[in-house]
DNA sequence: ACATTGCATGTTCCATGCAATATGGAATTA
DNA sequence: TAATTCCATATTGCATGGAACATGCAATGT
């Protein structure tokens, strides 16, 4: 455990900069799935009182990441792999649903330029560069850039925040002491994997452009199955 | 303004009985869309002090029903027409997925048993009986239960969570000082709305339990429509 | 041995006082 | 008159102490 740690004074409020820093203590694995949280304890480390920390771990609960027992308090959830591949349906068909309906009432300028750089960006990070660990991060930034500006594009406050909702639990996943490096197993798997994410954004846009929104719906639907799969196959060796 | 209300004892802690107890006064019109609440005159009116009622206050926020400003508090959010109708997007897409996936798993017997009961009942309810305020709330209730069964066997609480935050909607709708009640407008209408549902509901369970998923979700999505359609002609009803 | 009851402990839950700040209007100026 | 600055005020944000309560263990009884 680290000392007390400063909070950054760029949020408004320190309750929401206290969420910001209990969920970077989770999804770095500070803290374990299962550990029950103690006011008292998160408030000295982060230098605050137990309003605030009372506050943010309230907010984390709703947000989905932990779990409440009255006169407890919370702790980070688990989960297994059931309810990680549900995270999944619901994640695929929401940005699905997503894509159909830009498809079919047409995407704002700025969106389709954003796009198409994006698209562009991508390509030159997957085929004109070694692979590296940092290429793979700059690649998992660009990939995440392209399904946030069709979420954004969408203008649906209740699909946007369902489709947060599910992006939680792959990091948790991934918070274990020992958190499983894909590139490091399978760096040819793992740099196949993207291109072929890549070129699925590619049809996804293609699609929209078109006007096609039960291509467009479809398409993203099979791009995040892959994903799903994919955490599948993980979750199976983590277990193993 | 009603004296000094006191809160239900039922729920464990404070905070939730006032959380609810603020989340009945939006429903019935009590406060109004648009406005602030006020930590202290709430804490007064429901006899507790502003902590909990400042706790309630977030929890609510992050259901979606309250907006927030730092330093100025929350108000009772006011939405239009393309939130309402992205609203019933989410609802009908997820409850649509929940009934596919219901029949490709398989449905548990309990609820078998339940959905079947259900539509006994509510085939009761609607053929047998006059159609008086009380006969529709009894099919209000009935109606609801069908939905929360199919969402429970789908044991998916990213989905649950997600039509949840979208039925929040509707019922603000109806806050309003001179609620539309469509009964007495159309209850001709309004009693073939409920009939047309009851046959919705019946299909959707017949192709639950044959195992048609993409017909179960497709129908689904259809009645859901359907009521999508009728909030939209009320909300046109009330601008103008 | 096993179940039940009572209690000590640690934690949350809540009340209250003070500090911080967003706001609306008065005072000021061009 | 219109725009701008400044400030009083109301309200939220936060800290802190004490009440309420779930839990686990020890004592007691069957």
Redesign the pocket.
């Known amino acids: 455990m680290t000392a007390k740690t400063a909070l950054k004074a760029s949020t408004?409020?320190?309750?929401?900069?206290?969420a910001e820093a209990i969920r970077a203590m989770i999804l770095s694995g500070e803290i374990e799935r299962g550990e029950?949280?103690?006011?008292?304890?998160l408030?000295d480390r982060l230098?605050?009182?137990?309003?605030?920390?009372?506050?943010a771990?309230g907010f984390l609960y709703k947000e989905g990441l932990l779990e409440?027992?009255?006169?407890?308090?919370?702790r980070v959830k688990t989960f297994d792999a059931d309810l990680l591949l549900g995270a999944f349906d619901v994640r695929l068909t929401l940005e699905g649903l997503a894509c159909r309906l830009i498809a079919e009432r047409g995407m704002s300028h700025a969106t389709a330029i954003l796009v198409r750089d994006n698209l562009a960006r991508t390509e030159d990070i997957l085929f004109n560069h070694e692979w590296t660990p940092e290429t793979r991060e700059r690649w998992r930034l660009a990939n995440l850039e392209f399904h946030d500006a069709l979420l954004t594009e969408a203008a649906n406050p209740y699909l946007t925040e369902g489709v947060l909702r599910t992006r939680q639990l792959p990091p948790i996943l991934n918070s274990a002491k020992e958190p499983i490096d894909t590139n490091e197993l399978f760096p040819r798997l793992d740099r196949t994997f993207s291109q072929q994410a890549f070129r699925d954004h590619a049809r996804v846009a293609e699609a929209i452009e078109a006007g096609q929104g039960a291509r467009a719906e479809a398409m993203m639907k099979e791009h995040i199955f892959t994903t799903r799969e994919a955490a599948r196959r993980i979750l199976t060796l983590m277990v193993s």
Chains 1, 2 share one sequence.
């Open positions: 408004p409020t320190r309750s929401q900069a206290t029950w949280l103690r006011a008292q304890v408030a230098g605050v009182s137990r309003t605030p920390v009372s506050e771990l409440y027992r009255v006169h407890r308090g919370y």
